[in-house]
């Protein structure tokens, strides 16, 4: 029996442990990094005699220059106004979409459905050319209506597929009874379908405000102009200076500006992986 | 789509009324309904995406550059001399380089993580959520990291060599053509691991744990059981998943931008940062032709993505 438990024991090391510590180490380096970096005084950061992977005493002189010398803050609204405002407008519209691919059996609906994927596999590097010039063609260059407006290309696509398939898992014998009841098809829909959905709808707003806050060259090139970066735009195009005292404000700001995403994210890891998976196989 | 034909029309369940007003009646009809529901979706998709694919392709057929009113209609031209263009040779050879070098380790590695948050271990939920984070967090930003690990001065991996005795003097990460792109290689790696992980975990979930035992019982090897019982559940999962990481590396920008630009000498350009380069030059015919030269090669994995998707479904 010994034998057998330091075998059991032997292959858990190989089949978990070592395997997990590599991956922590692997996958989690980059952000340890980021954090003691953004941490530590510059004469430290700079001392090659100090072990790089300690932090011997702690500043956060970096996070503050952040927020009294840099348009970091501004940066951040920005980023605010136009992550919120295309997830609603994605969301609204994405509600419909799912909607009606999801519960309604009509011609041109599977074409449709098959439509809207493929709008979500077209990259921004396809389109951000001709967009640039339409963008600037409708008057919304660098206004927040250019990622607005833009942003819901792959949102929509993204959001539309993952509230399909969470409305076909909403029992249709429940509408049918108000539809018999005399309720009209939008009541039936708000007052029945919606409240059910819930769960579904918010993870697809998670999904959307992740995408709207990562995305990066539509912002690069439709709003960058002055203060309108975004907080992805602004860090790599202001922070980054010709000498070596940046790299504790650089990574501040990296900190700073991924928590949002990874507060939204943490709240929701369930859903985000169930819809992630929904939306990895789904569109 | 097959659940698409389990609908039933809700029109044979209700029984006529006779007062009812339009609204009313056109809510019964769902194909009107459904097309007014598709609507509003439809005009910003068709705005922003079918609009600009057709403007982009005449763009590039024509010689226009940025604040000059006047553009002529040269057809191929653009296309044409980008095939005798040395980086833009280069650029396609990266971007392919690109996917083969990162590709297959993402899938491995992803593979492996996934096998791994399968099993039942203390904490798990909490290492799935961490394990999760270098694809969530906005990739400009997971980048500047790497901008320093690779940086020619203040790289603790050079520090590390160095101090074991391997290297001497710090490692031109970035300033190396060679050094530069397998350099983008491991962060694009570092990047895309956890969306395959958790992508292969969700299918492993389906996986039948008594047909694994069953199969253990009859002598089967971990080997063995995994390509009869596991591989079979999730490979479609697989599939799809390396078909969406091949189009997004393809596809890829910001990670190139910020750790290098495309430099140096433009020997790390991708589709998406010459493209960007060549606006940065006013010249917005060529640019856009180059952005379309990866039209073919996605429209070709999107079809295949779109099959196994409906099969999936």
């Given amino acids: 029996m010994a034998m057998v438990g330091s075998n059991v024991r032997r292959s858990r090391w190989l089949s978990l442990y070592l395997p997990l510590t590599f991956f922590m180490v692997f996958l989690m380096f980059p952000f340890y990094w980021m954090l003691i970096v953004s941490l530590k005084p510059n004469t430290d950061l700079l001392n090659m005699d100090l072990n790089p992977f300690l932090l011997y005493s702690i500043t956060l002189d970096h996070y503050s220059y952040l927020f009294t010398d840099t348009a970091f803050m501004r940066y951040t609204l920005n980023t605010f106004v136009v992550t919120v405002g295309s997830t609603l407008l994605a969301l609204s519209a994405s509600i419909f979409i799912g909607y009606a691919l999801g519960r309604f059996r009509f011609r041109g609906g599977t074409l449709m459905g098959a439509l809207i994927f493929l709008c979500y596999l077209v990259p921004p590097t396809l389109l951000f050319i001709p967009l640039s010039q339409i963008v600037a063609d409708f008057g919304l260059y660098n206004t927040y209506w250019s990622l607005i407006f833009t942003y819901p290309t792959f949102l929509i696509p993204f959001a539309s597929w993952l509230l399909m398939g969470y409305f076909r898992t909403i029992a249709i014998d429940l509408e049918h009874a108000a539809l018999v009841d005399g309720a009209t098809r939008l009541q039936a829909m708000r007052h029945i379908v919606l409240p059910l959905a819930m769960p579904g709808i918010l993870s697809a707003g998670i999904f959307c405000f992740t995408l709207g806050w990562n995305e990066f060259l539509y912002a690069l090139v439709f709003m960058s102009s002055g203060d309108m970066k975004t907080v992805p735009v602004g860090v790599v195009t202001d922070l980054i200076r010709a000498d070596v005292y940046f790299w504790g404000s650089l990574m501040a700001a990296g900190i700073l500006g991924s928590v949002p995403v990874a507060v939204a994210y943490s709240f929701f890891v369930d859903n985000y992986i169930s819809g992630m998976t929904a939306g990895a196989t789904k569109g | ?313």
């Fill in chain 2, 1 to 313: 789509m097959s659940t698409l034909q389990e609908t039933r029309p809700s029109e044979r369940l209700i029984v006529p009324d006779v007062q009812e007003g339009f609204w009313t009646r056109f809510q019964r009809r769902e194909s009107s309904l459904a097309w007014l529901f598709l609507a509003p979706g439809l005009l910003i998709l068709i705005l922003f995406i079918a609009y600009p694919f057709a403007y982009g392709i005449y763009i590039s057929l024509t010689d226009a550059f940025v604040g000059f009113a006047e553009r002529n209609f040269i057809w191929l031209e653009n296309y044409r001399r980008l095939l005798d263009d040395p980086i833009f040779q280069k650029t396609v050879r990266n971007t392919f380089v690109y996917g083969v070098g990162t590709v297959p380790f993402k899938l491995a590695l992803g593979l492996g993580l996934a096998l791994v948050l399968n099993q039942t271990f203390r904490f798990s939920r909490l290492y799935r959520a961490f394990l999760l984070l270098p694809w969530i967090v906005p990739t400009a930003i997971s980048s500047l990291a790497f901008l320093m690990l690779f940086n020619g001065v203040m790289s603790p991996i050079s520090w590390v060599l160095e101090d074991w005795g391997i290297v001497s003097g710090s490692i031109n990460f970035l300033g190396d053509p060679i050094n530069a792109i397998v350099s983008l290689c491991v962060a694009n790696i570092w990047r895309g691991v956890p969306f395959f992980g958790i992508s292969i975990l969700a299918g492993l979930q389906a996986v039948p744990d008594d047909l694994n035992e069953a199969a253990a019982l009859d002598g089967a090897n971990a080997w063995q059981r995994f390509m009869a019982v596991t591989w079979p559940v999730i490979r479609n999962i697989t599939l799809i998943a390396t078909l969406f990481s091949i189009i997004w590396t393809f596809a890829d920008f910001q990670l190139v931008y910020v750790l290098t630009k495309g430099g140096p000498a433009n020997s790390t350009h991708i589709f998406g940062t010459y493209s960007y380069q060549t606006l940065g030059y006013t010249d917005i015919g060529t640019a856009a032709a180059i952005s379309l030269y990866m039209f073919p090669m996605l429209a070709v994995l999107a079809v295949i993505l779109l099959r196994y998707v409906r099969r999936d479904d």
